[in-house]
């Protein structure tokens, strides 16, 4: 047989030659080299960004940070009784768990922002290529999870902060091509440490709504005034359609826009079968109804108190490292807001009452007047220069007076207040102080003389408008309400209550220059007749009052005065026991 293991290998007789590379194979070489390339440049960007490689693109948030993310929440201030008297915020956000949403909220979002959010794993493929497309306009495409990522670690170039101090983080295109990258990395790791419902509430209560509303909670409680559970589906529809343009879709400012961009969320929910047909025609027929109120520093119960509580709540804060406007912190206080409530309401009453009657006796005149019942001269220049407006003019103006007064005597349309609600005027700054310095104002506290808690505080007339406070700042003379302290010094000094003390006339000698002072009872006479300390007090009498001033000496008097927790500074004169030293309130 012949050895075919050594025999050459024949040619075949006919047929094609075995093909050679040519064009066209080379050409798909070459498209996979360079895919592979991309991929491995791609890749190799990605590991560039998430390590931060030579300090071109930020740092990336720590392990830590993504596992308790976190967003400024507003910190808030309850009564004794349980009541919210108000908040301390920077962001007025105040979250809401899951089962607080409801669902016709949970479908308007994902209708809108991002139908397959079920399906994908932080990353759309069909968003990325609608993001590339959106690079030039700075975005666009980005999943719910990527979203949430941008809010709460503020990926993009107009947040600074630590994620965007690279080389290349910045406003081009190139910046947002990183922050794109970032948020994608992030979403999804967002998406390995939280379910989809945790992302879904994530984002209600970390994005902006505009009118100071972070956070579905208080967007909810500012435009409509309820509780995201109790939003109809049309209300729903309308706050998912503010968060893509908080400041051009706000229902408020812009209302028939608003209601476009709702009936477009509309429409979208029907477009997923989230909405069927007959209830998308009814809900884009109503027209959007707002119970709109903006919190802030004004609202609310107690505002005199909250803000001086606020100063003792700072310090604390600076010495425990906390942030009061961020924290999120429940402040419970001693305040009674049943009992806030009707000091307040007392004080409206009174005040009003008592403007109206010294509107009526000073009217065609000017009540600012000395002692004499003269008019006091350049009463309101001399007040105008005390104020910050004035100030900060001069400081623009260089100290030219005819400028600062031509500004100070211009007439602008302003807001002011009245005891019939708020109105708009005509006024120039020197208008509004003329206007403001005809109000009476008043202060009112009650604390429990038990164990000193504050039960109701009232500073004024109106904290939007007078802030000036008239329990902590303001400073009147006590007059007879400074008698308990002389007979607690008496007491103490070995008086009995049963001390019998005749109704008759004490005189102060001369002292330094100073006449002799003989303090009179209110009828302006002496009665002669013998009354105990307790009935003395109890009728108020200043002939025994100065008596036991006299026989104490006003020094002894001023010292129980400051261990009873008067601060104010307080005169030792004779008439120290009938509360001639202008103290405060509280």
Not at 101 to 127: K, Y
Not at 310 to 336: F, M, N, Q, R, V
Not at 545 to 564: E, Q, S
Request: one cysteine or more; charged letters at 20%; glycine letters at 8%.
């Amino acid at each position: 047989m012949p050895d075919y293991s050594t025999a050459p290998p024949r040619r075949p007789k006919s047929g094609p030659a075995p093909a050679r590379p040519g064009r066209y194979t080379a050409f798909v070489r070459t498209l996979w080299v360079l895919f592979g390339g991309g991929v491995l440049a791609a890749g190799l960007y990605v590991l560039a960004v998430n390590s931060n490689f030579m300090n071109l693109f930020g740092r990336m948030p720590n392990l830590k940070s993504l596992e308790n993310p976190h967003s400024e929440l507003a910190s808030e201030v309850y009564s004794a009784d349980g009541v919210l008297l108000g908040k301390y915020f920077r962001e007025n956000r105040t979250p809401a768990d899951y089962n607080d949403l409801p669902q016709n909220l949970i479908d308007a979002l994902v209708a809108t922002e991002d139908v397959r959010f079920e399906q994908h794993s932080g990353i759309d493929p069909r968003s990325i290529s609608r993001a590339v497309v959106a690079l030039g306009r700075g975005g666009g495409g980005s999943t719910l999870t990527q979203q949430v990522a941008k809010v709460l670690f503020k990926t993009r170039p107009d947040q600074p902060n630590t994620l965007n101090d690279g080389l290349l983080n910045g406003s081009g295109k190139i910046g947002i091509l990183v922050a794109k990258t970032k948020e994608w990395l992030l979403a999804i790791r967002l998406e390995r440490n939280y379910t989809k419902r945790e992302i879904l509430r994530m984002y209600l209560n970390t994005v902006e709504y505009g009118s100071n509303a972070y956070g579905i909670n208080t967007a909810a409680k500012t435009f409509f005034n309820k509780t995201p559970r109790a939003l109809t589906t049309p209300e729903a529809a309308t706050l998912v359609g503010i968060v893509n343009a908080p400041g051009r879709f706000s229902p408020k400012a812009h209302p028939d826009r608003s209601r476009r961009r709702r009936n477009w969320v509309l429409r979208q929910m029907a477009k997923a079968h989230y909405l069927p047909a007959a209830e998308l025609a009814a809900d884009t027929a109503q027209p959007i109804v707002l119970h709109y109120s903006v919190e802030n520093a004004t609202k609310g119960l107690a505002p005199y108190f909250r803000t001086e509580v606020a100063k003792s709540l700072l310090a604390w804060a600076k010495e425990t490292d906390h942030d009061l406007y961020a924290d999120g912190l429940k402040i419970y206080t001693t305040i009674d807001s049943r009992m806030q409530k009707y000091a307040e309401q007392a004080v409206n009453e009174h005040l009003a009452l008592q403007q109206k009657w010294f509107t009526q006796h000073w009217k065609g005149q000017l009540p600012w007047r000395d002692e004499n019942g003269k008019v006091i001269p350049n009463f309101l220049n001399i007040a105008m220069r005390r104020t910050e407006r004035y100030k900060s003019l001069m400081n623009i103006y260089d100290g030219n007076r005819d400028s600062v007064n031509y500004y100070l005597r211009k007439k602008y349309k302003m807001p002011v207040f009245t005891w019939q609600g708020e109105k708009e005027m005509y006024f120039s700054p020197l208008d509004s102080l003329a206007y403001y310095k005809r109000y009476l104002q008043a202060g009112f506290m009650a604390m429990n003389p038990l164990n000193g808690q504050v039960k109701a505080w009232v500073g004024g007339a109106n904290y939007k408008y007078f802030q000036f406070d008239h329990v902590r700042q303001g400073k009147r003379q006590p007059g007879s309400t400074f008698k308990p302290i002389v007979y607690t010094a008496a007491i103490d000094q070995g008086y009995s209550p049963c001390y019998p003390r005749p109704d008759v006339a004490t005189t102060f000698p001369a002292v330094a220059g100073r006449a002799p002072y003989t303090p009179q009872n209110f009828e302006g006479g002496y009665s002669g007749r013998t009354f105990t300390l307790r009935q003395a007090l109890a009728r108020s009498m200043n002939s025994i009052t100065a008596w036991l001033v006299f026989k104490l000496t006003p020094d002894i008097v001023v010292g129980y005065a400051k261990r009873l927790g008067i601060t104010s500074p307080i005169d030792a004169v004779p008439s120290v026991g009938f509360g001639a030293s202008d103290c405060s309130i509280f």
